[in-house]
């Protein structure tokens, strides 16, 4: 069945360093999500998306799919405590009503 | 988020005996879903509802049923809950074309 791997499992960064998670699908996406989850809380969507090639900013976030829609990857540029929590990408294929996600990146940030 | 109550939020019982964990949503979305959240295995979908009535397996269905009798309501039970079934579930909706939204979770522990 189709798998949605992350890397890494953890990272742990000095504030105001970069940050980046990779996310690869066994199979072609029709699209794929992003989820922040917070120490203790749930997973709250970021962005979704759709075509290949996508690039899409949220102020430090920058999201990337992939060429042929396997991969993707979220980069954060100069972390901030606030960016503390656990990453997941999440993919569906055609005609499906069900997403996969990803094993998730624990992103821990030092002051 | 997106007015989802699950219930209960904490449980502790013992290997063999039932248990049934209740998700609550009040947007009136179409799709509900159940995931667990394991340390390294991310969410895994249990099983998803597409309407009432209607509902179909994810990747760890095994040991679990689902039922949904009312658009607001989509019920998980362990009819005989294993060690193995401790873990933290959380309950998803949305509605089509949108983003899931997440409850708060549920923290099932299985003595």
């Known amino acids: 069945g189709q798998q949605v791997m992350q890397i890494p499992q953890y990272q742990h960064v ?4 970069d940050f980046t998670t990779y996310c690869n699908s066994s199979t072609t996406l029709s699209n794929i999500q992003w989820y922040k989850q917070r120490p203790g809380g749930h997973p709250v969507f970021l962005i979704q998306l759709v075509k290949s090639g996508e ?5 430090r976030l ?18 901030q405590t606030t960016d ?10 055609d005609n499906t009503d069900k997403l996969i996600f990803g094993t998730g990146t624990r992103l821990q940030v030092f002051p | 988020d997106a007015g989802i109550t699950q219930s209960p939020r904490h449980k502790v019982t013992e ?10 949503q009040t947007e009136n979305h179409r799709y509900m ?12 979908l249990i099983h998803y509802s597409y309407g009432v009535k209607d509902t179909d397996k994810g990747e760890v269905s095994d040991g679990y049923s689902v039922s949904r009798s009312k658009t607001e309501d989509f019920l998980l039970t ?8 401790t873990s933290v579930y959380f309950c998803a909706t949305r509605e089509g074309g949108q983003p899931q939204h997440f409850g ?8």
């Open chain 1, 55 to 59: 690039v899409k900013k949220q102020k």
């Open chain 2, 104 to 111: 708060d979770g549920t923290r099932l522990s299985i003595l």
């Open chain 2, 78 to 85: 362990l009819e005989s809950a294993t060690s193995s079934q």
């Open chain 2, 15 to 24: 290997t063999g005996t039932p248990v049934t964990l209740r998700c609550h």
């Open chain 1, 84 to 93: 503390v929590g656990t990453y997941f990408c999440a993919g569906s294929e």
């Open chain 1, 14 to 17: 000095q504030e105001g360093e």
């Open chain 1, 62 to 79: 920058t999201f990337q799919f992939g060429e042929a829609k396997k991969n993707s990857s979220l980069h954060i540029t100069a972390t």
């Open chain 2, 33 to 44: 879903y159940w995931y667990r959240q394991d340390p390294g295995h991310g969410l895994r």
